[in-house]
């Protein structure tokens, strides 16, 4: 008793007029200890509300406008909901032992533990078997999304480059790579409720082609011809953006997806045509307007 009184008084310089020792410690550590621990619950509650209140102020998913996107946010769903419940456990445990073991409030001193090894064993075990689990999980919408490419031609090919997505559609030929073939810039646009297949390629450095509405994600590497496939199931237009900081100008890599009826695309190719074929004529197949 007269140690800790010494200790005590060494630590806190004595005891000053008008200030209360709760345990052996002054009142505004114990204020303190509870200060921390409200502070570290505030965590996994603020975090459960964000994630609750974001979809009524529209910070969520984009709208899924695809076949497989319902596959895609049930895999996001599921692993959200397992990573927020360990989380929320973890955090609540974090809370409740600041609280309980507060220096204030334990009369008893911290002990040393050389740990657990079947601890151990059992916390690497159980994350390793989940990780195993979500491998297996998912294998059928990887597949759908990477894996099983449609038999179908090549749709269009899209070139990204420093800072836009050239687009290339074949012409009446209905092959890539031929003099008929169209061109646009940034305006990629899809039959609705048809299979279409995307040749990406990059120009210059690494890209993201990103469609978020449609759930499609895949990097665009230099010296590599990527497939990517997808379904449109509802008309509109919707973002394509560059997910890969690819230069200074990455922030303005934006393009549109313009998802139209089978009548509707036909009719935007046939105008695209139409500009095309009048940029191209030579001198002597340009009409002059006869003189007054």
């Known amino acids: ?52 209140v974001a979809p009524y102020y529209d910070h969520w998913l984009p709208k899924d406008v695809s076949v497989h996107g319902k596959a895609i946010d049930g895999l996001f769903y599921f692993i959200l909901v397992l990573t927020g419940v360990v989380f929320l456990a973890t955090e609540l445990i974090l809370f409740w032992f600041m609280w309980k073991y507060d220096a204030a409030a334990s009369s008893k001193p911290a002990t040393y533990i050389q740990g657990s090894h079947t601890l151990e064993v059992v916390w690497t075990i159980i994350p390793a078997a989940t990780m195993l689990f979500l491998a297996i999980y998912q294998m059928n919408t990887w597949a759908d999304v990477k894996m099983r490419r449609p038999r ?27 003099k008929d073939d169209l061109f646009v810039v940034n305006d990629l646009h899809v039959p609705v409720d048809e299979d279409f297949l995307v040749q990406l390629k990059s120009m210059d450095v690494l890209h993201s082609f990103f469609l978020p509405n449609l759930r499609i994600k895949q990097d665009a590497v230099p010296g590599m011809k ?54 191209q004529r030579g001198p002597d197949e340009i009409p002059v307007a006869a003189a007054d």
């Not at 007269?2 to 002054?26: I, V």
């Not at 449109?232 to 009826?261: F, L, N, Q």
């Open 226 to 279: 990527q497939p990517v496939w997808f379904k449109a199931t509802e008309p509109g237009t919707y973002d394509i953006v560059c997910a890969e900081v690819c230069g200074w100008g990455h922030y303005k890599m934006k393009g549109r997806v313009t998802v139209e009826s089978r009548a509707d695309f036909d009719r935007w190719l046939a105008r695209v045509e139409a500009e095309q074929d009048a940029t």
């Open 152 to 178: 179908i031609a090549p749709s269009a090919e899209v070139v990204a480059r420093q800072f836009e997505w050239r687009i290339r559609y074949p012409g009446r030929d209905e092959t890539l790579g031929t």
């Open 1 to 52: 008793m007269e140690n800790d009184k010494r200790d005590r008084d060494a630590g806190s310089g004595g005891n000053l007029p008008g200030e209360a020792w709760t345990d052996g410690l002054p009142k505004g550590r114990r204020w303190s200890g509870i200060a921390w621990s409200i502070l570290f619950l505030l965590v996994p509650v603020l975090g459960a509300a964000t994630f609750i």
